[in-house]
């Protein structure tokens, strides 16, 4: 059983679209994030959830929204898509929301922006 | 801007190597120092992780060194394989967030 899971894997879309990301986890856990890794693999937080509640937003530009329907998932939807936004997006959850507890990643989407 | 700054970039060893890289930090207010690994094509993964509170931590092959007065901690792969090849990650939080640093491509040679 997959514990946190995205779809899609692969997304190749053209600049100017609006495109949405899905992701699941099934530990029960009350907390989910959105990272996103660049080209050079840098990781960088964007936002964090928490019961459903944003509890960290990293400075993203609002075409990014979040949204929670409930606590088992966390999805991202990006309007007006750039070239800058090409990268590897990860969902990520832990039990309890702050850094210091262990952090379970999905698979990653890599999102390609023509 | 950057918290956490990793080194190397990137570190080529032999089978059985011990590769080490290092981590620096400014922000005294960190308390936890987790290590992820991430391969190809994968999310990163928990190695292991330590709290300033001790100076050293293992976990099989993987050591953690922290110093908490340099403010800087290390990981030691021991008798390195070619199946931990991967990039691996340093963070620090502080109970907010994690930040982590640049990532270390470490490969193994047979």
């Known amino acids: 059983d997959t514990a946190v899971s995205q779809t899609p894997k692969y997304l190749v879309t053209q600049m100017g679209n609006d495109k949405s990301i899905k992701c699941e986890q099934n530990l029960g856990h009350d907390t989910m994030y959105w990272y996103k890794q660049d080209s050079k693999k840098f990781l960088k937080i964007m936002f964090s959830y928490n019961n459903k509640e944003l509890i960290i937003n990293e400075t993203v530009p609002n075409r990014f929204s979040p949204k929670s329907p409930d606590k088992a998932h966390l999805n991202l939807h990006i309007n007006s898509l750039e070239l800058g936004d090409s990268a590897v997006y990860f969902c990520?959850?832990?039990?309890?929301?702050?850094?210091?507890?262990?952090?379970?990643f999905g698979p990653g989407t890599r999102l390609t922006v023509l | 801007q950057q918290q956490v700054k990793q080194s190397p970039q990137s570190l080529i060893v032999q089978k059985g190597g011990i590769p080490i890289i290092n981590c620096a930090y400014e922000?005294?207010?960190?308390?936890?120092f987790p290590w992820y690994q991430q391969f190809p094509g994968k999310g990163p993964a928990l190695l292991i992780a330590i709290r300033p509170d001790v100076s050293e931590k293992k976990e099989g092959r993987f050591t953690i060194s922290f110093n908490k007065s340099a403010k800087q901690f290390s990981l030691h792969i021991m008798d390195s394989q070619p199946g931990d090849s991967a990039t691996y990650f340093c963070?620090?939080?502080?109970?907010?967030?994690?930040?982590f640093g640049a990532g270390t491509t470490v490969t193994v040679r047979a």
């Open positions: 963070a620090a939080s502080n109970d907010y967030k994690l930040s």
């Open positions: 990520a959850s832990s039990q309890v929301a702050g850094g210091s507890d262990t952090q379970y």
């Open positions: 922000n005294t207010a960190f308390d936890y």
